[in-house]
């Protein structure tokens, strides 16, 4: 567009010379310049005419030519792999012909006469090309019989499975009482009604007679501790099914006062989905409030991942640190309201995992506003200072805010598919 742009001002700019020029020979009064003139005039006016034909012309190529790179990007991306080559070559013409910020077939005054798709598969990788033939009208040209001017163009991208990389996940996932809060609304609802103190969240607390966690396990409600572990299983199970299964390999821990680990680093599937069913609620001591010690766990937490390589092989394994919190940390103080003070977790100590090479993806289980005591003497004050902290502890384009189940399932889905995305490239 900017090279159209600029070819437009150098046509205006020889059309004010051409203008220039009619009329020094207008004041011009010696008989062979006027006739010279009348001569030179129609020649003059289709040259600059001519110029802003073909800068149109080249404004529409280089259109046609961005929607064409698209659609052959779109058929060797992480989505387009999953699709046969018969559907990735349907999708790319389609993409091409109407879909595109501005579609082939609308350009105006622009003529699509021939365009076409091809994907090939061979070695674990795929080729898609895009071709097209068209045409511009004229609108200078036609006074010396030239209606169109032809737009011709190819576009060749490359990728494949063979691209992906070899992967460790490792999941870091907040287990401490907050994560007891109902799943949804109504979860929420629920569990209130059959609480004694109408209390939202499960709390786990051992030996005791108002154990929430039970009331809500007798009671089919879900909380966001099921939704972290449903959604590590379901991301799990798409590295599983996908046809780079062997470059993936996993570790989970859960958190709380401290870090727990469920399993240790391994590529064993059976192993990792297995182990996810400990993935529960932190039982809470009768003796004492429960805690989350979140800046302690990330400094304990970095020597158990190793420097991240290049995932060009599996001792050279790209890293990802799958971080699930609601941002709150505490830390147990008698003086204070129900024996804790708060505060935002420090976001630096994520530093040392970035120095590693690890990709910190955080998922903000966001603090839903309560009108209990609790929330607003504990969170309520720290409120405006979670999502930034937890921000700068993510790394670019991998922080996530979450305030339902959809959301926390999401994020773990853009997760996987940022770490998983092929090596695309156009190669035409």
């Not at 020094?24 to 802003?52: E, H, K, M, Q, S």
């Not at 147990?332 to 024996?339: H, K, L, P, S």
Request: proline share 3%.
């Amino acid at each position: 567009m900017i090279v159209a742009q600029s070819m437009t001002l150098r046509t205006l700019h020889g059309i004010r010379h051409a203008l220039s020029s009619v009329a020094d020979f207008c004041a011009n009064r010696r008989g062979n310049v006027g006739l010279l003139f009348a001569f030179t005039l129609p020649i003059i006016l289709v040259g600059a005419g001519g110029a802003i034909d073909y800068s149109l012309r080249n404004d529409a190529y280089t259109k046609l030519m961005s929607c064409a790179d698209e659609a052959a990007l779109a058929a060797v991306s992480l989505q387009g792999l999953s699709n046969s080559q018969a559907d990735a070559q349907a999708a790319s013409l389609d993409f091409f012909r109407s879909t595109c910020p501005t579609g082939a077939a609308q350009l105006a005054d622009v003529s699509l006469q021939k365009a076409g798709a091809d994907v090939s598969d061979a070695n674990g990788s795929r080729v898609a090309s895009v071709s097209f033939i068209a045409s511009r009208q004229t609108q200078f040209l036609q006074l010396i019989g030239i209606a169109t001017l032809p737009i011709v163009g190819t576009s060749v991208a490359k990728g494949g499975s063979s691209s992906t990389p070899y992967i460790d996940f490792y999941a870091l996932l907040d287990n401490s009482p907050s994560m007891g809060l109902g799943a949804t609304d109504s979860d929420q609802t629920r569990l209130q009604a059959l609480t004694p103190d109408q209390c939202a969240f499960a709390c786990h607390i051992a030996g005791s007679a108002t154990d929430y966690y039970s009331i809500a396990r007798a009671n089919a409600i879900d909380l966001r501790i099921d939704v972290l572990r449903s959604s590590w299983i379901k991301l799990v199970k798409q590295a599983k099914n996908s046809s780079s299964s062997e470059k993936f390999r996993f570790a989970a821990y859960t958190f709380n006062t401290a870090s727990y680990l469920i399993l240790a680093l391994t590529g064993d599937y059976s192993s990792v989905l297995d182990s996810a069913k400990a993935i529960d609620l932190e039982i809470v001591p009768s003796t004492g409030p429960g805690s989350t010690h979140t800046d302690d766990v990330l400094v304990d937490m970095v020597p158990n991942i190793p420097v991240a390589g290049d995932g060009s092989s599996a001792d050279k394994s790209r890293k990802y640190l799958i971080f699930v919190t609601d941002g709150v940390q505490d830390f147990d103080d008698m003086t204070t309201y129900d024996g804790h003070r708060t505060q935002a977790i420090t976001s630096s100590r994520c530093e040392a995992f970035k120095n590693r090479g690890v990709q910190v993806a955080v998922i903000y289980t966001t603090y839903l506003a309560m009108s209990a005591g609790r929330y607003q003497r504990l969170v309520q004050p720290i409120a405006d200072r979670i999502s930034p902290s937890l921000a700068a502890c993510a790394s670019s384009g991998l922080y996530f805010q979450a305030t339902s189940p959809a959301d926390i399932a999401s994020a773990f889905d853009a997760i996987y598919a940022n770490a998983t995305r092929t090596v695309s490239r156009l190669t035409n």
